[in-house]
């Protein structure tokens, strides 16, 4: 299947600061990347759809100016935890779709990032 | 109504036995379904995707769809060991993948 990164694989940050986290397709172009939180013993749950060149767009409940996405490129999608909080510290995982299965929306997932918020 | 469920589990089976996961959907405009598995503090890994009714096999798994009762099912032949771990099913909605809640499966030698 195809690949796809994340970095960092493990954060611990204080309260109050930002944590980046990057997700890049390795061996395809994704215009399209999402980012899912999971809990613990809870399922994935959608955050936002990253698309390249233009806005996320946001599920609901998902405060867009606290968790920023920028797709700037084929290859690459950043979510970015501003201002965190205990309450953010969560599995964020992000997954990428590539061109040839569009119709077929499969999708490739990431090994994920593990925030720790202090 | 969720969108998709599935029983949390845990669901024991003994090694070399078939292990049945169950699925059921609420959109019936849904035409892609797929089955994750995810180990513990591991990201989800794709094991089977189905898109037309009847059986798909890959392997030890046979994937099964029936979109008129809504249904889809994994079933994992020859359970070893290494299949211990939370089953995701997820559906395709309005260019969204949406996931159960998962099936932990518990495979005993």
Known sequence: GAVVSQHPSRVICKSGTSVKIECRSLDFQATTMFWYRQFPKKSLMLMATSNEGSKATYEQGVEKDKFLINHASLTLSTLTVTSAHPEDSSFYICSARPPSNLEQETQYFGPGTRLLVL | ?109
């Open chain 2, 1 to 109: 109504q969720k969108e998709v469920e599935q029983n949390s589990g845990p669901l024991s089976v003994p090694e070399g036995a078939i292990a049945s996961l169950n699925c059921t959907y609420s959109d019936r405009v849904s035409q892609s379904f797929f089955w994750y598995r995810q180990y513990s503090g591991k990201s989800p890994e794709l094991i089977m995707s189905i898109y037309s009714n009847g059986d798909k096999e890959d392997g030890r798994f046979t994937a099964q769809l029936n979109k008129a009762s809504q249904y889809v099912s994994l079933l994992i032949r020859d359970s070893q060991p290494s299949d211990s771990a939370t089953y995701l099913c997820a559906v395709n909605l309005a260019s969204k993948i949406i996931f159960g809640s998962g099936t932990r499966l518990s495979i005993r030698p």
